[in-house]
C-alpha cells in the first residue's frame, strides 16, 4: 500500500509525530513488538503477515491486506461511535491480531493511544482519569473490576465471560461487549452487549445503586444474539456453521466451525465450536452452554470433553484444574447431579482433575492436550 499515511491528530503515549519516520524512531522506545508491526504497516508491501491465536489448531502466519484492516479500523470507529481524538488504551500483546488492530484504528481514525504492559490488570497503574475505548480479555477484565470505571466502552474477546463475571459487571458504567471474530476476520465482524440488563427487581440498572444490593441481584439476558457489523453478511452450511460474507475485510467467504442459532442475517447465538460437539449416545452435546451452566457452581477453571465410550460413542466428562481433596471431589459430583439447569445428557459421567491447564500463548485452554495429561 503506497502512499500510506496516518490521521493527523494521531498520538501514542501523548506524543504527535508529522511523519512515518519520527514515529517509527519513537515507537522503538515503546516496545519492539510495536516498532516491528509499524515498520511493516508503513513498508510498500499491500499487506501484513500475522499469526493466528493456536487456540483451534497449530498457530499460522497468514497475511492480511491493509486496505481490509483500515476498513475494520473504520467499522469499529462506525460502530461504537469512535471519532477523531479518541482516548484508547492498547493492553493487548501486539504480537497478535487484537494489538495490532487497536494500532491500526488509532492510525486511521486519528485516536490518542496509550500503550501499557500487556498484564492480568492492565488499568491499575493508569493515571488518566477515563479512556474512552479499550480491549482485553477475559482475565484482563476479571481483575480491572475495580478500575474499570476508567473505560467507558471495552470490548472483550480471546475467550467466554463467564455467568459470574457478566453479573459482576451489570452495575458497572462501563458499555462491555463481548466480540466474535478470528484472525481471519481482521479481529471482530460481530458484538453482544454484556451488561445493563434489567434486574428482576425491575427497570435498567442504576449507577447509584448499592454495590451491596445488585451483587444479590439476578439479571435478565435482554439479547443472546450477537450483531454483525456494518457490510457483514451471515448464513450457515450444512452443519449449521456459521457463513462470513465480509467483502470489506476478507476477498473470500469465510466457512467458520462455529455451530450457531442464525436469527437473521445480521445476527446469531453462538452455541459452540463444531470440533468440540460431544455425540453421545445419538445425542448432540455442545461444551460451550454446557460449561456456561456449570460455571454456576465450580469456582476453578474447567471444561467438559467428550472420551471414547463402547456404549455410548462418546460420553462427557469434566476436567477440573487444582489439586483437591477426595472430600471436596465427592461434594462437587454431588453439587453437579444436583444441578436443576442441566440435562440428563449433559451431567458428565465422570470428573478429573489437572493440576495446571496447557494454554496457548494468549493463555487459551487447549482443550485436547490438557485431557492427555489425564491419561485416557
Known amino acids: 500500500m503506497k502512499n500510506l499515511t496516518f490521521h493527523k491528530n494521531f498520538q501514542l503515549n501523548g506524543v504527535s509525530f508529522t511523519s512515518e519516520e519520527e514515529l517509527l524512531s519513537f515507537s522503538k522506545t515503546t516496545s519492539s513488538s510495536?516498532?516491528?508491526?509499524?515498520?511493516?504497516?508503513?513498508n510498500a508491501d499491500d499487506f501484513v503477515v500475522v499469526q493466528t491465536s493456536g487456540s483451534t489448531g497449530k498457530p499460522k502466519p497468514i497475511p492480511l491486506k491493509k486496505k481490509h484492516m483500515v476498513n475494520s479500523a473504520k467499522a469499529t470507529g462506525a460502530f461504537f461511535d469512535l471519532k477523531e481524538n479518541t482516548k484508547a488504551l492498547l493492553?493487548?500483546?501486539?504480537?497478535?491480531?487484537?494489538?495490532?488492530?487497536?494500532?491500526?484504528?488509532?492510525?486511521?481514525?486519528?485516536?490518542?493511544?496509550?500503550?501499557?504492559?500487556?498484564?492480568?490488570?492492565?488499568?491499575e497503574g493508569t493515571d488518566k482519569e477515563v479512556y474512552d475505548f479499550s480491549a482485553m480479555v477475559p482475565l484482563q477484565l476479571q481483575?480491572?473490576?475495580?478500575?474499570?470505571?476508567?473505560?467507558?466502552?471495552?470490548?472483550?474477546?480471546?475467550?467466554?465471560?463467564?455467568?459470574?463475571?457478566?453479573?459482576?459487571?451489570?452495575?458497572l458504567p462501563t458499555q462491555v461487549f463481548a466480540?466474535?471474530?478470528?484472525?481471519?476476520?481482521?479481529?471482530?465482524?460481530?458484538?453482544k452487549k454484556l451488561n445493563n440488563y434489567t434486574s428482576l427487581r425491575g427497570g435498567m440498572m442504576k449507577e447509584s445503586v448499592d454495590k451491596e444490593i445488585t451483587s444479590q441481584m439476578k439479571f435478565v439476558r435482554n439479547d443472546e444474539c450477537y450483531k454483525a457489523l456494518p457490510n457483514i453478511q451471515l448464513s450457515q452450511d450444512?452443519?449449521?456453521?456459521?457463513?462470513?460474507?465480509?467483502?470489506?475485510?476478507?476477498?473470500e467467504r469465510i466457512v467458520t466451525n462455529d455451530v450457531v442459532h442464525l436469527v437473521s442475517e445480521t445476527e446469531f447465538e453462538w452455541l459452540g465450536r463444531y470440533d468440540n460437539v460431544i455425540n453421545s449416545g445419538g445425542v448432540k452435546l455442545h461444551p460451550e452452554k454446557i460449561e456456561e451452566k456449570l460455571s454456576k457452581i465450580i469456582t476453578n477453571r474447567?471444561?467438559?470433553?467428550?472420551?471414547?465410550?463402547?456404549?455410548?460413542?462418546?460420553?462427557?466428562?469434566?476436567?477440573?484444574?487444582?489439586?483437591?481433596?477426595?472430600?471436596?471431589?465427592?461434594?462437587?459430583?454431588?453439587?453437579?447431579?444436583?444441578?436443576?439447569?442441566?440435562?440428563?445428557?449433559?451431567?458428565?459421567?465422570?470428573?478429573?482433575?489437572?493440576?495446571?491447564?496447557?494454554?496457548?500463548?494468549?493463555?487459551?485452554?487447549?482443550?485436547?492436550?490438557?485431557?492427555?495429561?489425564?491419561?485416557?
Request: net charge neutral; glycine share 6%; aromatic share 8%.
Open 179 to 191: 466480540t466474535y471474530g478470528m484472525t481471519e476476520t481482521i479481529t471482530h465482524i460481530a458484538v
Open 143 to 171: 481483575n480491572s473490576l475495580e478500575d474499570l470505571h476508567k473505560v467507558k466502552k471495552l470490548i472483550v474477546g480471546g475467550g467466554v465471560v463467564s455467568n459470574d463475571l457478566i453479573d459482576e459487571i451489570q452495575n
Open 238 to 251: 450444512s452443519r449449521n456453521c456459521l457463513v462470513i460474507d465480509a467483502p470489506k475485510v476478507s476477498t
Open 91 to 123: 493492553c493487548l500483546s501486539t504480537d497478535y491480531i487484537a494489538g495490532k488492530m487497536m494500532l491500526v484504528r488509532a492510525l486511521t481514525l486519528g485516536w490518542r493511544l496509550d500503550i501499557v504492559e500487556a498484564v492480568s490488570n492492565p488499568l
Open 302 to 376: 474447567f471444561f467438559v470433553i467428550g472420551i471414547p465410550d463402547k456404549g455410548l460413542g462418546e460420553k462427557l466428562v469434566l476436567i477440573v484444574e487444582g489439586v483437591t481433596s477426595s472430600a471436596v471431589e465427592k461434594s462437587l459430583k454431588t453439587e453437579v447431579k444436583s444441578l436443576k439447569k442441566l440435562s440428563k445428557y449433559e451431567i458428565p459421567k465422570e470428573i478429573y482433575f489437572v493440576d495446571k491447564f496447557i494454554e496457548t500463548e494468549t493463555k487459551k485452554i487447549q482443550r485436547k492436550k490438557t485431557l492427555d495429561l489425564v491419561g485416557l
Open 34 to 42: 510495536v516498532f516491528s508491526f509499524l515498520s511493516d504497516w508503513f
